[in-house]
Each structure stands twice: as structure tokens, then as C-alpha cells.
């Protein structure tokens, strides 16, 4: 116990850190929230960092969850301690695994950040769901509420499952816990040693499979047997319990931290209990101390071990004088008699009633709250004791919503605040790119790193990966922090972004008498009269000191650029009081050094720069007691927005989300939203947008394809159309026959754009007067905001051209003429992956039905407030679904059976009908040739008039007909999704889809990473590349999945790159789609998980991909062969630039050189001699065609 | 068996005059050794480019950075290792091989153009084993006056040259009015021990059809040669330093001639690349031979001989040769 040594980290940060230590072998896989576990066990692994017994970890990663359990249960069996880290979906496809693991009494732990799992919806956001679920696999569950007790418990998990043979399940609750940075006591190596003393740490070695001491182990079993060997297992249970406690009394001894199975706090005649599980129970904690100290008689009943649930522990625990419970549970099981923590605590009291240890049953009430890492506060908690003081409580209720459809909600008094005052709260709203985060997680380590101080941040993210705003709560105290919730009353608001004032109510959370620190492009003087009216109010109202500073002027002037963490960060420090003003500096100081001097003195001086000129820059502002501004907060949405957006997705917008009540989701229950909403978020986060030059244009169309957001249109209309057309609205002559005498314009929409730039980097024209401008160029929005929104309304009010004008859609120009059917996501700047989804809606939206694999795709695809995919003026669009991240393949395949189910029953119904509608109508639909949009739309004029004719027949099969008639047009089904689900998790689907024969288009979007879950390694990960999980490095090739494919000889292959040539890329994307059988595109993704500025670079990065042999462009087409073709057409050149160019821009590669640049040079010789072979065979594959059959009558 | 081709260069001693110059002929342990098996007397590394690491630098933070703590399921996406080789690091372990694996002379080259890093470089590379610095300085003019041009490469070459006690050379291009005073000062008031003239650059050109500038550099040829025997036969004698010609040698009587015009060694990339690395030993075993069927007993009879100080003609150094050259190339 002495000398303990503190640290500021997270949850998943303190439970890694003590299963790194306690094992021999962790096998891993990404998933939110808890990849950090494994990427922390595997950082370790690469740093050398021994485990307790003096051996490196090794640290494997697998295709999947599946797979990884599969691999735990192998290590365990073959002889290791093992270890694995997971969450939500993940913990469910490791059920089969886990069952097998407990059935076989394998000593073993596995940490979890629980996490929802996905039902109606996916989310990412953490409660009970995911571990609910594995209570039936006979693994013990041991839940740790806070980030100490993720460290502590981690390990007596660990010594009890060595000691029970009952294998662990060691939870806390995702993001609350797993993201939370606190101050935790650590455990010292000596002190884990101290608790594996005595054990035996080498059961499973002892116990191993090996062939020096055979066993057989996994048999068949039958009728006869099967049924008592399961109960066997009892006693193993039934001590489990007790092992547990024995280890958490010994943990006590060892670190001074006790626990108990299940903990009662609260004074000794309490009458209301609450029992909880996880974070909950520290919020619980903190109603329970708070009611107390006002006469009340009320505690709680913290359940640690879940499974074996311990119910002797658990009547030992509660008061006798206890008169009612509520049992709270963080999940929801529909149908079912209550939730499960509900259901056990009932089970447990009746069977003490009737064995007769207690004499009658307390009233008990069971309830649902913090779904989805829903608030959950010490108010909440006062109305849940509220509600068992009722005559008639409400049972099976909801506390954190207002149910009104099911009047289930318990009502809280949102006002009541029960932290103690000496608690400071900070609120800091910024950007993703201004740093916001990083300087807050610095400035907490600077505050709790003093003895007797501690701290608490917890940070909130938006859902889009774009101008994503931040928000952070911060806590310091000379007490503990329990709190495990978001700041409600703060001492501080800071907001580090101007344009929030207009949009956001920021100071929603600001405390009466509070501070308020602006960052804004105006002095003190100015400030007052630019915040609306609203806004001005506040602060009257709540009498806040308030501060300004322009620090992006700070930050420009020292040379910080976009970083104006610092010196937000220094203004924090000097008006808020936490530390001593001058202290704080040199701290802020201490800290600069410590993260950049080893890399950059440069950037050190900036940063102290930065500091020392903001307290220079900044101002109190003295605003009078009067509202003065002239204007209003904007509105989320604008008034074309329809019902449904304005009633629910504005108020998601506004973040007034947590206040829409239960009946406002009725309408969209089933999880189907509508789309084309993202129109609507007008977001505006650019600082700088592209601007056409209509006088240097040459009519390409390059910069609308590869505009990630769709912010870039192209529209031929009619001259006469000019003539409403706002002031300095630019059009030019279309140049072509197709459009010949019509006018022609680029138009960028200014609240959607993001600013990557990446526009003006494809474009190819050049100003004559002036080569260094374009046909389009960046400018400052503020230059041209006004001006460009009222063209691009007029613009978006144009008419679209109609497909069928369109003579040649291979060609970039004409197929941007197409409307985009994917508009203004949430994608990040520059992203790559996007073009491609626009490009296919615009192709083929109409009639397109969409697989999405969990991934970055889908979140930018479907993650509300709103929606990207959108409708053509037909209502037509692309129809669009996400299913798991592993099963996408077989979840489009099984899209592509109903279709064709449906086409077949409309087929044999319209013959059978063929008389009554007419023979030649009949003939021509079934008989259509629907190879162009020409003759679909053609089809679709024959199926209305079909529809016509069915309803004047009216029979029972002539209706049943107009029913599915639309599906005699065409429909594609496009199964998407990046590297991970294709090459990893969801390959033995996609496998069996390709093999399939089935008409489905699968397009891969290749990061060559876990993108979406922040850069995991994948088998996509190029060789020499560093990615987590492959933190030095990877050192084997990327897997060939068009190779794989094209063994099959029946499938269409394309490996394309829009940056590098575009019309390959349409031309693959029209091939893939006309040909009847299952193709597979493989697209070059550049992603920001490479390192290095996409939206500036991304083109030339996909063009040096290519010239370097890295990213062959092919196509491959089984139809080729049928005419004595090669199927195989290398589309790129043999490469003409080495490999190490293509490298060298990547910081992912860089990393690894800057590491061990012996090591990268024989990494990178490897890569181009594998690029070097790749080209040979290809070249020779590509020489192939199929032998000529031999003719039928010579063999006759 | 006395050595009649051993020079001396910044107080080196070499088994000939060939060096072979800063180039990709000399980036590794395998480089080098090919050097010196064909006869190389001493090379020079190729520079370590003092502002593309404090760019490299640089992007690597914000690399790192970029995209971090703004979405909820990837707070990053590389992982950053505790230690990066972000400075001189790379540089100095691969001289120390080098060092390690050849015998010859190594000499270290640094390029840069502001004072910061120069004296941070300086410092490790000596410490690391080098023989000696070839400072290539390259002050990007603009509308800068020749003096201040001339008062910062003289700022950085004193600094070095006060951090190090192995010999300092500096590398001069052609663009200075007088490269004779210019090194005659940087010897007095900055102790350089040598020069290396003249040093080569990319330049730019223009592609008239994408209206854009690309740069380019060429491999030198022997008619670059004259302007470098000038300011040899000028300066010999004038200054205690050495000269070390680089630029259009590229065979033995190129050698010979920067030796008679007083260079005491010479740098040569551009005819190894062209003619391979057997072309060392075909330049030296010509050397030899030149010397053994000629009047000098070794190659120190040689240096010099036709400087400015001792050829017949010494108004060939001068303007009037210039003139006359004027003149007959008009009259034709």
C-alpha cells in the first residue's frame, strides 16, 4: 500500500494494463469501445513490455470476434493464459466459443466494454445488452463500475478464474467507464505477483493438450450421458462465489481497495434499496449520500458478480430492514417477464422467502435506464427511490425518457443538482480539428497529477467524421469523483468556436454566477453585439463573467495554424481558478516539452509562443444588462425542410435529441428513417470553398466526381433559364452535341462543402493569363458565402437532365451530369471512399438496393440525425440497409433471392395474365432488353401501363400482380463495404456470395485498414505499413482478394482507382452492373488513417499508387471469354515508378521508417519485388484465353 | 614502395585524389564499400538536408495529429511509437557503418540554409566518426544583397567550424562575384580548411504545353571543367586550404588538369554513373601511368603547376582571355 503511484487513464487503458500483465497470449479484433484494450496489449507487445512472469505477451490478431474466440479456446487448450477484449456484436459471435471454453472449466479471462447491441439500429454507445446476452454460457460475469475498478477487478478476475476453473467475463460499461480519464491507483507488478501468489498460474500449461501427455478432449456425447455431465460441472459454481470474495478480500490486504460480491452502501436501517450494476452505481452512490444527509433512509446494492449470481452474498448484504427494492438494469429484453439483474434479485428474495430466511418479500420494482449511454443522473435515482414510496409503484419502468406512449418513464426534477459545490465542472465545445480534446485530456493530467487534486473527462463526439464538433466535461475536485455522468451545472463554458453562438445554445449548461471563455474573431468591445439575442440573455440571466480572445489570430500569428488548442487551453487555466495562474503556465509548459521536444523544438517554441501571447490576447468582456443584438439563433433547419425533419431531425440537430419523447420514434419504430434529409444540415464547415472560373473551364466534370460530399454539381439547361438567375450567376456554352446550345454551369452549394480541396486538385485546366489559377480555385467562404448560396439555390431549382438524353455515360462529363443520389454525408474531408458511393447512386440509384457492412460506410450512410442517400424527382433512389458488420455479403445475397423470387412470381403471373393485359404488352415486358437507361425506362413506361390494366381487370392474381410489377424492371443489388469486412470478417460470406453465381455487385472500398474503428490493421494493410495491431509495421502482403475472385472464372473483377484514371473506373462500375452473375470491384480508398493531407494529395496519391505497381488497375470479364478474348485487360501500365515514391508520402509507412529504417529498407524491398511479380503474372494472365472448343461435328 | 598519387586533403591523407562525391555512389555500408574496393581514396556521404528533416518533422506531428479526438471510434489512427527517428539519427547511424566497414576517409556533408540545425548536425556528426564536414550551403537569393548572402554563409561556417574540431570544407556554387575573395575571407575569419568547388544545382525549367516549371539536373560534362580550373589556378597558393574540384571531372586528364591547376583532390559522380564503378580504377591506373611516363616523379610534383602563380600564360586566367576568346569567336 505504500507508495502507490496514481496515473491518469481510461477504463480500457486500466484493464489492459493489467491483463497484459497477467498473460501469456491476447488475441484481439477491433470494436468499439473496446479496440483501445488490444491496441494498448499490442503497443506493449512492440515496446518489449513483459508480463509478470518475465515474458513478452504475444498479441495476435484475428478475422473476427468468432476468431478470436476460437483462437482464446486453442491457447487455453494447447496450454497459455489468455486473453481477449471485446464489446457488443463481437461478444455475441464469441457465444459458441465461450460455452465450449466454460464447459470445459478453462481458467481464462475476457474484458469487456459493454456496449448496445444493434437492433433496430446500431449504436455505438454502452449498456448491458451485449453481456445480458452471454449469462447463459456458464462464464462467471464480474462487472466493475468505475476506471479503478476496471484495473482492480481485471485482476481478481483473473485469480479466480485460475482458481474456480470457471472462466471470467470481466465488464464495465462502454465509453462511461471504458473513455473516462480519472486518477486510479495502480497496481505495482509486486502486487500482482503478491495476488497469483500460491495459485496455480500453469493450470491450463498442466492441463494442456499436448501429444507427451495425450488426452481427448470435445467428445460426442448421447442421451445416456450427456445430461449428468453437464450437472457435474456444479460444484465448480456453486464455490465460485466464495473463491471470488476470498480473492477480493485478499486484492484488500494487498492494495487497501475492498470489495465484495456484492456491496451494500448506506446506513444500516435503510428502508428503499437500489441494486445496480456498472457506472450506474457510482451515480447511484452519489443520489444515496446526497438523500441521506437530508433524512432519508435509502441505500444501494452495488452486484459485482453477476454470474454465478450470488444470492446468499446478496441477502447477506441487504439491510433486514429494507422494505422496498428497485432493481435497475442497463438493458432491454422485450417481451420477456423483466430484465435479467430484475428477474434474478426476485428469484433470489422468493427463494429466501420460501426456504425461509427472510419472512416475506419486500415490495421490488424493476426498471430500464441508460440505454445506449443514455444520461443517467442522481436526480433519476431520486425519483426511482420516489417511486418505491408510492402506493402504487410503477413496475417495469423507464427513468432517462419520457415514455409517453407507454407511460413507463418516471418523472425527475431536472433542476435538482446533488454535486457538491467544491466540485469544478468544466464545458468545452470545440472542433475534432482545433484540438480541443487533446488540450483537455492535457490539462486534466496537469490538475489531478497534484497531490490531493482529482479529475475527471469524459468527451463527447458527433456523429459525423467532418467538421465534427467536440464536447468535453471536465471535473476537478479535492475529493473522489463518482459522478458518472455528464456536467449539468458548469463553472465553466468554454466555446472554442465562434460559429456555434449562432446555432447552438452553448450556454444551456452554464452555472448562475459561471465563467464563459469565447473564442471569436472580434475584440471585447465588438463581441457582444455578434451573439443572438438568445444568447445575450443568458448571460444576463445567469450573471457570467465573460471572456473573449480571437485565437485563431493567436494561433495564425504563432505559427499554430488550425491549433488553437493551446491557447484556449492557457485562457482556461488564467480565468478559471483551478491552479494558481502562473503554476498552470509553467505546467502548460512542462507538458509542451514533454510531448513535442523530442520530435520538434520548432514546434515547442510555437507552442510556448502561443501560450505567452495569449494572455496578452485576452479580454473580459464588460456587456450591458440589456439585450442589444438585432438578431436570433439560427434555426437547425431551414423552412423548406419537411414535417418530419423540422418535428424530429431539427431537434437532433439543435441537440435537443434526449428530449424528444418515446412517441415521436413511432413513426419510425422499425428503424426506417427517411432520405434525403442531409439537405437540410446546412453544417457550413468550410473555411475555404472552390469557386468556378467559368472562362478557363473545359468541361471535364472531374471535380464533381471526385468531390467526396457532393458539394460540386454539374447542369446542362436551357438558355431562357438565365434570365432568373441571381447576380453573378456563372454559366458557359455547353461544349458537345449532345447539349449543343445550352448552357452549362459548375456550382459548388457552400454549406455543404467541407474545404478539402480535393475539387481543385483533379481539375486540369489552366488559366492562360495566369497558370497558377484553375477553372476552379479555393477562396475564403466569408468572400463569397452570400453570393454562392443564392446560386446554388438556383442552381439546385434547374432541372435535371433527363438519362435517357445522355449518348455516353463511360464518359466522367456526362455521367456527372447525373443527379447524385448520395449527398452531403458525414464523411471526412477528402474522403475516398465516397466518390465512389456517389458515382454508383448516380449510375444506378434508381434501381439500386444496398447492402452496407458495419464500417465507415455505413456511418456516413445511415448515422442519424440524418440521411445522405436521397431520391431522384421520380422517387426513385437507392434503397438502402446495414445489417452487421460480418454477414454483409449473405445479407445482399439474400436481397438479390426476394428480388428475384419476385420478379419469377410477377413473370408467371403476367403469363398468365398475358390474354386479359394483352399479348404484345405482355410480350414486350417479358421479352424487354434492359441493358441501358433508355430501355428500363422504357420497361417502366410498360409496367405503368401494365398497372393501368390490372386495376380494370381486378382479379385476385391481377392485383397481386400490380403489387410486385416493379419488380419486372430491373433492380441491382450492390453489397458495399471496406477492406475489414471483405478481407477479414466477412470473407467466408463473400467467398460464398461470389461463388454464388448470383447477380450482385460487391464494391470494396479499401482503406487497407479498420478506418472506422481508428486504423486497425486488416490483411488489406499494405506490407511496410504501420496500423494498429501492426504497430511496427505490417511485414507480410496484402491479401489479392481480386486474384481469389478471379479463380472462380465466372465472376467480374475490377481493381480500380478514380484518382488515378477515371474512366476505367466507370467503365468497371458499368460493367460490373451489366453483367449477369455475382462481380466484385476493388476501389482505392485513400483514407486519413494514411497520414497525410487527402484532400490536397489524395488524387496524386492514387496516381503514384498506380504508376508504382502498387494498385494494379484491371478488369477482368468472364463474358470476354465466350468471344475468344482475354477475360483479363491490365488497365495500368507495367510500373514506371518505384514503390518507395509511392511510400514515402504516407506518414503509415514513414512511422515504420522512422523507427527501424533497416528494417522499412527490407520491408520496402519486399514490396517492390512483390509489385515487380504481381505485374509478370498478371501480364501473363492476361495473355490467356480460353482454348477453342473443339467443333461438334469434327468430333462426330 | 612510395605512393606517387597520395595527396593531401583537409589534412587527410589519400592514397590518390579521387574522391567520390556526395551521391547516391556513397548512401550505404554496401556503396561504400564498392567505392573503396575500386580505389576511392576518400567519399562523401550524401547531405543530410537540414530543412526536410525540420519539415519531416513537422508533418510527422501533424500527421499524427490530424484527425485525432474528433470521433468517437478512432480517437487516432497511426500508432505513434515512443521513439521516432525524426533528426539526424538515420544519418549518423548509417555514417557510423560506414565508418566501421571502409578504411578510407569518410566526410560527412551537411546542406542547408538557415544557422539552426547546422551546429546541432555538426556536433553529432563529428561525434559519430566523420573525418570531416563539406558544409553545403545554399542561400536561396531572392532579392538578398551579395554581402548578406556572403555574411550568412560566413555565419553558419564560423559556427560549425567553432563546434568541431574535425576539418571543415565549404562548397561553393558558381553565383558569387568572387569566389577567390569569398573563400579567401571564409578562411580567415571562419577557419574553413577547404573548398569544394563548384557545386551544381537542380534548375528549373518550362513545359509549354502544361505551363508549369519542372527541375531537372544533368550529369555534368567535361567542358563544365574550365570554370572550376580558373578559380583552382586562381586561388592556389592564395589560401592555406585545399581545393577539391567537383564538377565535369570525368576522366584521367580531367584529373590531371584540376591537379596542374592547383586542386590537391577532385569529386567525381557523374562519369562513375555513366561508366560504372570500374571507371575508378581505369581513371587511376591512367593516373599512374600519365605520372610514370611523364616528367614528375608523383602527383605532388603536379599540383599547381599551371596556376596563376606558375603558368606561362597567366592572362589566360584573366579577362583578357576572355576577350581574346570574344574575339575569335566573332571573327568566325
Known amino acids: 500500500m505504500a507508495n502507490e503511484t496514481t496515473q491518469m487513464m481510461d477504463g480500457n487503458e486500466a484493464a489492459a494494463s493489467v491483463a497484459h500483465r497477467l498473460n501469456e497470449v491476447c488475441v484481439i479484433y477491433p470494436i468499439t469501445p473496446s479496440s483501445p484494450m488490444g491496441e494498448w496489449a499490442d503497443a506493449w507487445s512492440a515496446q518489449d513490455k513483459k508480463n509478470i512472469w518475465g515474458m513478452v505477451p504475444q498479441i495476435q490478431e484475428m478475422q473476427s470476434e468468432a476468431g478470436a474466440a476460437g483462437a482464446c479456446h486453442g491457447s487455453v487448450q494447447a496450454g497459455c493464459l489468455t486473453t481477449t477484449f471485446t464489446a457488443s456484436q463481437g461478444l455475441l459471435l464469441m457465444i459458441p466459443n465461450m460455452y465450449k471454453i466454460a464447459g470445459e472449466l478453462t481458467p481464462f479471462v475476457m474484458h469487456v466494454a459493454a456496449r448496445s447491441l444493434a437492433s433496430h439500429a446500431l449504436s455505438i454507445f454502452g449498456d448491458h445488452s451485449d453481456v445480458m446476452a452471454c449469462r447463459q454460457t456458464g462464464f462467471a460475469m464480474l462487472a466493475s463500475n468505475s476506471v479503478q475498478e476496471a484495473h482492480d477487478m481485471a485482476a481478481i478476475a483473473q485469480t479466480a478464474s485460475l482458481r474456480s476453473r470457471v472462466p471470467f467475463m470481466h465488464f464495465f460499461d462502454g465509453f462511461r467507464t471504458s473513455h473516462e480519464i480519472k486518477k486510479i491507483k495502480l497496481i505495482s507488478d509486486e502486487a500482482l505477483k503478491e495476488m497469483v501468489k500460491g495459485i496455480d498460474v500453469h493450470f491450463n500449461n498442466s ?362 487551453q492557457t485562457c482556461f487555466f488564467a480565468i478559471s481558478n483551478v491552479l494558481p495562474k502562473d503554476e498552470a503556465i509553467e505546467k502548460i509548459k512542462v507538458a509542451i516539452q514533454k510531448t ?75 428503424g426506417t428513417w427517411p432520405l434525403s434529409t442531409t439537405q437540410y444540415e446546412k453544417r457550413t464547415v468550410a473555411t475555404e470553398i472552390p469557386i468556378w472560373d467559368e472562362t478557363t473551364c473545359i468541361q471535364c466534370g472531374k471535380c464533381a466526381l471526385v468531390c467526396p460530399h457532393a458539394a460540386i454539381r454539374l447542369k446542362v439547361f436551357d438558355a431562357d433559364k438565365l434570365s432568373e438567375a441571381p447576380e453573378g450567376y456563372r454559366s458557359m456554352d455547353y461544349k458537345g452535341k449532345e447539349f449543343a446550345g445550352k448552357k452549362f454551369t459548375v456550382q459548388v452549394s457552400p454549406e455543404d462543402c467541407t474545404g478539402c480541396s480535393i475539387c481543385t486538385t483533379s481539375c486540369p485546366a489552366k488559366n492562360k493569363a495566369n497558370p497558377e489559377r484553375k477553372a476552379i480555385n479555393m ?418 | 614502395m612510395t605512393n606517387i598519387l597520395e595527396t593531401k586533403y583537409l589534412g587527410l591523407k589519400l592514397k590518390n585524389p579521387i574522391i567520390i562525391g556526395s551521391s547516391n555512389l556513397t548512401k550505404d555500408v554496401s556503396s561504400a564499400k564498392k567505392m573503396e574496393a575500386a580505389g576511392a581514396a576518400a567519399i562523401v556521404l550524401p547531405s543530410i538536408f537540414e530543412e526536410q528533416i525540420k519539415q519531416e518533422k513537422e508533418n510527422m506531428i501533424k500527421a499524427l495529429e490530424a484527425g485525432s479526438n474528433s470521433f468517437a471510434e478512432g480517437l487516432n489512427f497511426i500508432p505513434e511509437p515512443d521513439e521516432l527517428k525524426l533528426g539526424p539519427e538515420v544519418y549518423v547511424e548509417n555514417l557510423k557503418s560506414i565508418k566501421d566497414a571502409v578504411n578510407i576517409p569518410v566526410i560527412a556533408s551537411i546542406n542547408g540554409s538557415t544557422s539552426a540545425g547546422w551546429v546541432e548536425y555538426a556536433k553529432v556528426i563529428e561525434e559519430a566518426g566523420a573525418d570531416a564536414i563539406e558544409l553545403n550551403i545554399h542561400v536561396s537569393p531572392g532579392f538578398l544583397t551579395a554581402e548578406a548572402i556572403e555574411h550568412r554563409i560566413m555565419d553558419i561556417a564560423k559556427k560549425v567550424n567553432e563546434i568541431v574540431s574535425i576539418p571543415v570544407s565549404i562548397k561553393l556554387s558558381n553565383q558569387f562575384s568572387s569566389i577567390a575573395n569569398l573563400c579567401k575571407k571564409l578562411e580567415q575569419n571562419a577557419k574553413c580548411d577547404g573548398f569544394v568547388l563548384l557545386n551544381r544545382f537542380y534548375s528549373p525549367d518550362i513545359n509549354t504545353k502544361s505551363l508549369e516549371l519542372y527541375s531537372t539536373i544533368d550529369l555534368s560534362t567535361s567542358a563544365e571543367l574550365s570554370s572550376r580550373l580558373t578559380w583552382a589556378g586562381i586561388l592556389h597558393n592564395k589560401i592555406k586550404g585545399n581545393i577539391s574540384i567537383t564538377g565535369g571531372v570525368h576522366d584521367s586528364k580531367d584529373v590531371i588538369k584540376s591537379i596542374m591547376a592547383g586542386a590537391s583532390s577532385v569529386q567525381m559522380v557523374s562519369s562513375i554513373l555513366i561508366n560504372g564503378v570500374k571507371h575508378i580504377t581505369k581513371t587511376i591506373s591512367e593516373l599512374e601511368k600519365f605520372i610514370k611516363e611523364s616528367d614528375y616523379s608523383n602527383l605532388k610534383e603536379l599540383r599547381g603547376v599551371l596556376s596563376f602563380d606558375k603558368c606561362p600564360n597567366p592572362e589566360a586566367y584573366q579577362r583578357q582571355n576572355y576577350m581574346r576568346l570574344l574575339k575569335t569567336w566573332s571573327s568566325n
Open chain 1, 207 to 568: 492441463n494442456a493438450l499436448t501429444p507427451d501427455n495425450p488426452k481427448v478432449r470435445g467428445t460426442a456425447q448421447n442421451p445416456d450421458v450427456f445430461f449428468q455431465t453437464r450437472e457435474a460441472c456444479n460444484p465448480y459454481y456453486d464455490k465460485c462465489a466464495a473463491i471470488v470474495q476470498e480473492e477480493m478480500d485478499k486484492f484488500a490486504k494487498i492494495t487497501g481497495r475492498k470489495y465484495s460480491c456484492v456491496d451494500y452502501v448506506g446506513p444500516k436501517n435503510a428502508e428503499k434499496v437500489i441494486v445496480v450494476m456498472g457506472s450506474g452505481a457510482e451515480t447511484v452512490e452519489e443520489a444515496v449520500e446526497y438523500m441521506n444527509n437530508k433524512g432519508e433512509k435509502v441505500g444501494l446494492l452495488k452486484v459485482r458478480l453477476y454470474r454465478p449470481f450470488p444470492a446468499k452474498e446478496f441477502l447477506k448484504a441487504l439491510p433486514k430492514s429494507v422494505k422496498a427494492v428497485s432493481v435497475l438494469d442497463r438493458t432491454k429484453e422485450p417481451g420477456a417477464g423483466g430484465e435479467p439483474l430484475y428477474l434474478d434479485v426476485v428469484n433470489a428474495l422468493n427463494e429466501a422467502v420460501v426456504s425461509g430466511d427472510i419472512s416475506k418479500m419486500p415490495k421490488i420494482t424493476g426498471g430500464r435506464y441508460g440505454l445506449s449511454s443514455k444520461e443517467f443522473t442522481p436526480t433519476m435515482v431520486k425519483a426511482v427511490f420516489d417511486n418505491l414510496s408510492s402506493k402504487k409503484p410503477l413496475n417495469h419502468f423507464t427513468v432517462g425518457i419520457n415514455d409517453d406512449l407507454n407511460k413507463t418513464s418516471l418523472i425527475y426534477d431536472e433542476t435538482l443538482d446533488m454535486e457538491a459545490d467544491d466540485v469544478v465542472r468544466a464545458v468545452f465545445y470545440g472542433l475534432g480539428a482545433d484540438g480541443t480534446v487533446g488540450a483537455n485530456k492535457n490539462s486534466i493530467k496537469i490538475i489531478a497529477s497534484q497531490d490531493g487534486k482529482f479529475g475527471q473527462g469524459y468527451f463527447v463526439y458527433d456523429s459525423k467524421k467532418s467538421g465534427a464538433m467536440t464536447t468535453s466535461h471536465l471535473r476537478f475536485s479535492d475529493h473522489p469523483i463518482k459522478s458518472a455522468y455528464l456536467v449539468n451545472e458548469a463553472n465553466f463554458v468554454a466555446c472554442h468556436q465562434f460559429p456555434f453562438t449562432q446555432k447552438l445554445d452553448v450556454l444551456k449548461l452554464a452555472k448562475k454566477g459561471g465563467t464563459f471563455l469565447l473564442n471569436a474573431p472580434y475584440s471585447a468591445a465588438e463581441v457582444w453585439n455578434k451573439l443572438p439575442k438568445e444568447m445575450q440573455q443568458q448571460i444576463i440571466d445567469k450573471d457570467l463573467k465573460f471572456y473573449c480572445i480571437d485565437a485563431v489570430d493567436v494561433a495564425r500569428k504563432t505559427g499554430m495554424g488550425m491549433r488553437i488548442n493551446t491557447i484556449m
Open chain 1, 596 to 670: 513535442y521536444g523530442k520530435k520538434s523544438q520548432a514546434i515547442v517554441e510555437k507552442n510556448f509562443a502561443a501560450v505567452d501571447e495569449s494572455l496578452s490576447h485576452l479580454e473580459e468582456v464588460n456587456y450591458p444588462k440589456e439585450v442589444t443584438s438585432k438578431h436570433n439563433r439560427l434555426g437547425a433547419v431551414p423552412d423548406t425542410a419537411t414535417d418530419f425533419v423540422k418535428k424530429l431531425t431539427s431537434e437532433i440537430i439543435a441537440g435537443n435529441g434526449d428530449e424528444l419523447p418515446v412517441s415521436a420514434f413511432e413513426e419510425v419504430v422499425d
Open chain 1, 779 to 1196: 477562396s475564403v467562404i466569408g468572400n463569397h458565402i452570400d453570393v454562392e448560396k443564392k446560386n446554388w439555390e438556383f442552381f439546385a431549382n434547374l432541372p435535371e437532365v433527363e438519362r435517357t438524353e445522355l449518348t455516353n455515360l463511360n464518359q466522367v462529363k456526362q455521367a456527372q451530369l447525373l443527379k447524385p443520389l448520395f449527398e452531403f454525408s458525414g464523411a471526412c474531408a477528402g474522403c475516398g471512399e465516397t466518390p465512389y458511393v456517389k458515382l454508383l447512386s448516380q449510375l444506378f440509384g434508381d434501381r439500386t438496393v444496398i447492402a452496407n457492412a458495419t464500417g465507415c460506410s455505413s456511418i456516413y450512410g445511415g448515422n442519424l440525425p440524418t440521411t445522405p442517400y436521397c431520391q431522384d424527382k421520380n422517387g426513385r433512389g437507392p434503397a438502402w440497409a446495414n445489417s452487421l458488420f460480418e454477414d454483409n455479403a449473405e445479407f445482399g445475397l439474400g436481397m438479390r433471392f426476394a428480388i428475384d423470387q419476385q420478379e419469377y412470381f410477377a413473370t408467371e403471373l403476367l403469363k398468365e395474365l398475358s390474354v386479359e393485359v394483352g399479348k404484345n404488352l405482355a410480350n414486350d415486358i417479358l421479352n424487354a432488353d434492359m441493358s441501358d437507361d433508355a430501355a428500363i425506362e422504357a420497361q417502366r413506361e410498360r409496367v405503368v401501363t401494365l398497372k393501368e390494366k390490372l386495376v380494370k381487370i381486378g382479379s385476385e392474381k391481377a392485383t397481386h400482380l400490380s403489387k410486385i410489377a416493379d419488380y419486372l424492371v430491373k433492380k441491382s443489388v450492390w453489397i458495399l463495404g471496406g477492406d475489414g469486412w471483405a478481407y477479414d470478417i466477412g470473407f467466408g460470406g463473400l467467398d460464398h456470395a461470389i461463388a454464388s453465381g448470383r447477380n450482385i455487385n460487391i464494391l470494396v472500398m479499401d482503406t487497407g485498414v479498420y478506418s472506422n474503428t481508428g486504423g486497425q490493421q486488416s490483411k488489406a494493410t499494405p506490407i511496410g505499413a504501420a496500423a494498429k495491431f501492426a504497430a511496427a509495421g505490417r511485414e507480410l502482403p496484402k491479401k489479392d482478394l481480386g486474384m481469389i475472385a478471379m479463380s472462380y472464372g465466372n465472376v467480374y473483377v475490377a481493381q480500380i482507382a478514380f484518382g488515378a484514371k477515371d474512366a476505367q473506373t466507370l467503365q468497371a462500375l458499368r460493367e460490373a452492373e451489366s453483367f449477369d452473375g455475382p462481380s466484385i470491384i476493388i476501389a482505392y480508398s485513400h483514407c486519413i488513417a494514411h497520414g497525410y493531407n487527402i484532400g490536397a494529395n489524395g488524387l496524386e496519391q492514387q496516381k503514384l499508387a498506380v504508376d508504382s505497381g502498387a494498385w494494379p488497375l484491371y478488369r477482368y470479364d468472364p463474358r470476354n471469354l465466350e468471344s475468344g478474348k482475354a477475360p483479363l485487360k491490365l488497365d495500368s501500365k507495367a510500373p514506371t515508378k518505384p514503390i518507395a515514391e509511392f511510400m514515402q508520402n504516407e506518414t503509415r509507412f514513414k512511422v515504420v521508417e522512422k523507427q527501424n529504417p533497416e528494417r522499412y529498407a527490407k520491408l520496402l524491398e519486399s514490396a517492390q519485388a512483390g509489385v515487380e511479380e504481381k505485374r509478370e503474372l498478371m501480364e501473363h494472365m492476361a495473355g490467356y484465353t480460353a482454348p477453342k472448343k473443339a467443333d461438334d461435328s469434327a468430333a462426330e
